[in-house]
C-alpha cells in the first residue's frame, strides 16, 4: 500500500488557503457587513465566526470522511465531485466582474433609516470562510491521510488558516481603510483566474487517479 502524501503540508496549508475563503478576501467582505457596527461588536462576532469556521470545517471534514467510507466514495471520485464545485464557484465570480452593479434605489425624504440587525456568526462563516468546495478538499485531505500524525498536521494546517482569518476579520477596518479595496478587487481578479485552472487541475487528477485504478477502470460487475 503507497503511504506516500498526496501533498506535503506545504502544499496543504496552500490548498486551505485558497479554497476556505481566502483569508485575503475576508477583510473586505467582513467590513462590508460589519462596518455600521461598533469596534467592540466586530472584534466580539469576528472571534465567534472564527470559532465557530474551524468546528463547523472539523465536524464537516470528519463527518465528510466517515460518510465517504461508509459510502465507498473513492478519493478519484471526490476529486471530481469537488472540481466540478470548485469550477462552477471559481466561474462565476470571475464572470461576476464583469455584471453591471445593480442600482440603488432612492430613499424617500423624512425616512427615517431601520437600524442594522447584527449578523450571526453562522452566517458569516458559511459560506465566506467554510466553503462547499473548501469542505470537498478537506474531506480529500483527510480521507487521503494515512496516518494519525498526517491527519494532526492537516488540523493543524487548517486551524492556521483560521487563525489567519481571525486576523482579517478583527483587523478589517484598518486593513481596507488603509489599502482601500482595489487590491481586494484585483486579488478576486487574479485569485479566480488561478481558481479556475486549480479545478480543473483536481478534476484531471481525478480522472487520471479513476482511469490507475484497476478495481474502477474496467467493466462494473454485476453484485
Known amino acids: ?63 465528510g470522511m466517515a460518510l465517504q467510507h461508509s459510502w465507498q466514495i473513492t478519493v478519484p471520485a471526490m476529486l471530481l465531485a469537488g472540481g466540478v464545485i470548485f469550477f462552477l464557484v471559481s466561474l462565476r465570480t470571475v464572470l461576476e466582474q464583469y455584471t453591471s452593479s445593480p442600482v440603488p434605489h432612492p430613499v424617500p425624504e423624512g425616512t427615517v433609516p431601520t437600524r442594522p440587525v447584527v449578523p450571526s456568526a453562522f452566517e458569516l462563516a ?24 498526517r491527519t494532526i498536521g492537516i488540523v493543524g494546517m487548517l486551524v492556521l488558516v483560521m487563525i489567519l482569518h481571525l486576523l482579517a476579520m478583527v483587523f478589517s477596518g484598518p486593513i481596507v481603510r488603509g489599502i482601500g479595496p482595489l487590491p481586494f478587487k484585483l486579488f478576486g481578479t487574479v485569485i479566480g483566474s488561478l481558481t479556475v485552472g486549480l479545478s480543473l487541475q483536481m478534476m484531471i487528477l481525478g480522472y487520471q487517479m479513476l482511469a490507475t485504478t484497476p478495481a474502477l477502470s474496467g467493466p462494473m460487475s454485476s453484485p
Open 126 to 149: 458559511v459560506p465566506m470562510i467554510v466553503t462547499p468546495y473548501g469542505l470537498a478538499g478537506l474531506i480529500i485531505l483527510l480521507a487521503s491521510s494515512h496516518s494519525t500524525e
Open 1 to 63: 500500500m503507497n503511504t506516500t502524501p498526496l501533498l506535503s503540508l506545504a502544499q496543504v496549508f496552500t490548498l486551505l488557503f485558497v479554497v476556505m475563503g481566502p483569508p485575503l478576501k475576508t477583510p473586505l467582505a467582513y467590513y462590508a457587513r460589519m462596518q455600521a457596527f461598533d469596534a467592540a461588536t466586530r472584534r466580539r462576532l469576528a472571534i465567534k465566526t472564527a470559532i465557530l469556521a474551524t468546528i463547523a470545517a472539523l465536524i464537516g471534514g470528519f463527518l
